[in-house]
Nanobody, 125 residues
Framework: QVQLVESGGGLVQAGGSLRLSCIAS????????MAWFRQGPGKEREFVAA????????AYADSVKGRFTISRENAKNTVYLQMISLKPEDTAVYYC??????????????????WGQGTQVTVSS
């Protein structure tokens, strides 16, 4: 099993930037497709971004394309989410997730086996 711990959340003004980190322990991060999801107040948890095990193939939700960038450093067992031009509607708890089965990116929440505890991102207007 792998354990995931997110960090980097906080309060930022609209237009600002944050970088979230997710550190994995227990197993090598390179064994997993990694993703970020988020859950805003009163909303369902939704897909944000994913990155494949190899070759750095990425996928993004339309709402964050061009503003968010997912990346990974397998040697550091860490995946990142760089967020720029933040909007109030980006306010949510952001979760890191790992898929142990597939090698390609997937947007389906049910495909991810392991989850972190989440980190709060609040964007003020």
């Amino acid at each position: 099993q792998v354990q995931l711990v997110e960090s980097g959340g906080g309060l930022v003004q609209a237009g600002g930037s944050l970088r979230l980190s997710c550190i994995a322990s227990g197993r090598t991060l390179g064994r997993y497709v990694m993703a970020w999801f988020r859950q805003g107040p009163g909303k369902e948890r939704e897909f944000v971004a994913a990155i494949s095990r190899n070759f750095g193939i990425t996928a993004y939700a339309d709402s964050v394309k061009g503003r968010f960038t997912i990346s990974r450093e397998n040697a550091k067992n860490t995946v990142y989410l760089q967020m720029i031009s933040l909007k109030p509607e980006d306010t949510a708890v952001y979760y890191c997730a790992a898929d142990s089965t597939r090698t390609y990116t997937t947007t389906y929440r049910a495909n991810y086996d392991y989850w972190g505890q989440g980190t709060q991102v609040t964007v003020s207007s």
